[in-house]
């Protein structure tokens, strides 16, 4: 199919405009470029797709003090409020190291070049995939592509949601899918489609019938409870594709970084941190990754793929 890029791409081009608005802003009320020497303490960031924002600080807060342990600086959790701003805080140096999903590597990437390098990303990352789900009300059961969804929604004013806009499971990617399988954006086919903002809430407004579908990541789906699941059941998973990297400052140097990456891919269960972080991340292990893995996400933005109004 052809696809019309030009609104899509000038409110990507916006959003990168303002986060290199953000970073000029930064680095200009410091006088100064980011500084080179190795900090006194590290911050870490993620991006919020948890709802819960307490259980992301702690869950967050024991991978922080794991890896202040393994390289012997103190090493604090920043939470912040939505996507951008975790990409604004590891490109203007308030984060050092980012959790973040492909979308927002890819975002990170654009805005900094080589200053942005990989630690690390989950086993499960290499292949993750994400969920629609539906309302029981909709009557919906398992159906073998989303054409058949947008087939079977014709006249009947149901309502989608996503997650967060920026977010690679919980929009960019099944927007993809869907835009690509049914020849249609999803705004052509629904009632209404909306964002709610991480993947949880997603699962809570299906469930409890506020809209009648939605996508979100399959790990968010499975950590729900039995209750959750039963009424918002899945109704198509998507082919996999790469997600979730840990990204960091490549001006914390190549001895920190390598210490770094040594003690990410030794977590394991064995440390009480290591197993409340694999635990929440859904994980077995983290394995080595290289940016190069995250580049088809920034030909994507960069081609002004329409990500949605």
């Known amino acids: 199919m052809t696809h019309t890029f030009s609104a899509g791409r000038r409110k990507y081009l916006h959003f990168v405009s303002a986060l290199s608005l953000s970073l000029a802003a930064t680095l200009s009320l410091s006088g100064t470029a980011l500084a080179k020497e190795v900090p006194s303490k590290l911050i870490i960031t993620a991006i919020p797709d948890d709802g819960d924002a307490d259980r992301m600080r702690e869950n ?126 999803p705004e052509e086919v629904f009632r209404t489609v909306a964002y709610s903002g991480s993947h949880d809430v997603v699962m809570q407004m299906v469930a409890d019938g506020t809209y009648d579908v939605g996508a979100l990541n399959y790990a968010s789906w499975d950590k729900a409870t039995a209750e959750l699941k039963d009424k918002a059941p899945i109704i198509y998973k998507t082919p996999s594709y790469t997600n979730y990297a840990l ?44 940016i190069s893995e995250w580049q088809g996400y920034v030909d994507l933005l960069e081609s002004g793929i329409d990500i949605g109004s």
């Open 60 to 185: 967050f807060g024991a991978l922080a003090k794991y890896l202040g342990d393994a390289v012997g600086l103190p090493v604090e959790y920043m939470h912040v409020e939505n996507y951008a701003a975790s990409v604004t805080a590891l490109a203007t140096g308030r984060a050092h190291i980012a959790w973040l999903g492909a979308v927002t590597t890819a975002q990170a990437r654009m805005l900094m070049g080589d200053e942005l390098t990989i630690l690390g990303s989950r086993d499960i990352d290499k292949g993750f995939v994400s969920y629609f789900i539906a309302n029981p009300s909709t009557n919906l059961t398992q159906i073998t592509d989303l054409k058949e969804l947008a087939k079977i929604a014709e006249g009947k004013s149901w309502s989608f949601t996503f997650g967060s806009k920026s977010s690679t499971s919980g929009h960019m990617m099944p927007r993809k899918f869907f835009t690509d399988q049914a020849e249609a954006p």
């Open 247 to 290: 990204t960091a400052r490549a001006d914390l140097g190549p001895e920190l970084l390598a210490q770094l990456r040594t003690a990410l891919l030794s977590l394991d269960s064995n440390n009480p941190n290591g197993a409340k972080v694999l635990q929440y991340l859904k994980a077995g292990r983290f394995v080595e990754a290289d």
